[in-house]
């Protein structure tokens, strides 16, 4: 893979929901029915990589995956696989903690491709920051992961514009790609874009300037959580606020005039942003991943005015 490979602008596959539940039980033949599944239907709408974690229902969501691809000879040819390691979950005492060391990296990646059971990944991102980082470590496990050709690239997740910057200054790859949860609910990405010497800009925390850095950069922008988990595509919470409600009912007047659906006219909005913002699907639900299909189509006739009804519809007020 080279730097310019990873999909930029187009939909992704994110398989934390496969493997069952978050507990030591082990996954079963149903969850590998429905992994299965899942992967046809995101392959039916285009999607050719596919993002894991070792963390990930403890391990089980990077293994049910892994009978997939060893039932279905000549699929990981077909496909691009992306994990990511630097979270440790009930481990030391700890119930969670982060560690970017180099042997936890290579420990990680080699954990992850037995799971998958593949020799490589096409991508690995190092999943949060780790303040104890040393970055010369770092640079050196995927330096050895990458020379023995189990590593292809590096990516981030949930990293500033500074963070990738510190990393990159040791690293001898480049950062391909930064996870980061943008949609139209989680809006912090857009906010800090227009509230600068504005009152307002206090609400948000979003590091200034990260998206900036990464189009500089080539670095493609993975968006987990771009479905809004659901909120406005028929799985709301408990409580829903005015604006909440306003936009769902837009989003369903959108897609009914368009002949599209919900999923389709929301990612539609996140892919039409110049970013070149790359949604991540999570849903394991076979028929809403491929009620995504019309994304890219409405991300290319979506008109100005209607992105920006979208976004003013879900802040609830209007922009300054």
């Not at 990646?109 to 190092?126: A, P, Q």
């Not at 949609?183 to 509230?195: A, F, Q």
């Not at 970013?275 to 008109?303: F, K, L, S, Y």
Request: charged share 20%; proline share 5%; aromatic share 6%.
């Amino acid at each position: 893979m080279t730097e310019n490979s990873i999909p930029s602008g187009r939909l992704l596959y994110g398989c934390m929901g496969l493997g069952g539940s978050w507990s030591d039980d082990p996954h079963t033949t149903t969850d590998v029915e429905t992994a299965a599944a899942a992967i046809e239907a995101a392959m039916d709408i285009g999607v050719t990589l596919f993002d894991h974690a070792d963390i990930y229902r403890g391990g089980k969501s990077e293994a049910v995956f892994g009978e997939v691809l060893a039932a279905s000879p000549g699929l990981r040819d077909r496909i691009q696989l992306q994990t990511k390691c630097g979270i440790r979950l009930n481990e030391r005492g700890l119930e969670t903690h982060y560690d970017l060391s180099g042997d936890a990296i290579i420990e990680r990646v080699n954990g992850s491709l037995e799971r998958l059971r593949t020799d490589y990944v096409d991508v690995l991102l190092l999943h949060r920051p780790d303040p104890l980082v040393d970055p010369a470590e770092v640079s050196a496990a995927v330096g050895k992961l990458m020379a023995e050709g189990k590593v292809r690239a590096l990516g981030v997740s949930n990293m500033s514009a500074a963070q990738i910057e510190f990393l990159q200054d040791s690293l001898e790859t480049p950062v391909v790609a930064n996870q980061l949860e943008l949609s139209l609910l989680k809006r912090d990405w857009l906010e800090s874009t227009v509230l600068v010497n504005h009152p307002e800009a206090g609400s948000y925390s979003f590091p200034h300037g990260t998206l900036e850095y990464c189009a500089r950069h080539g670095i493609t922008l993975q968006a987990y959580g771009a479905l809004a988990r659901g909120h406005y595509t028929g799985n709301p919470p408990e409580r829903v606020t005015p604006a909440e409600s306003a936009t769902a009912e837009l989003l369903s007047d959108m897609a009914r005039e368009k002949g599209t659906t919900r999923e389709a006219v929301l990612l539609g909005w996140l892919m039409k942003h110049p970013a070149g913002i790359a949604p991540v699907i999570g849903t394991a639900n076979a028929d809403r991943i491929r009620a995504c299909a019309g994304a890219a189509r409405m991300a290319e006739t979506m008109t100005r005015a209607e992105w920006y009804r979208l976004w003013v519809t879900a802040r609830g007020s209007n922009i300054p």
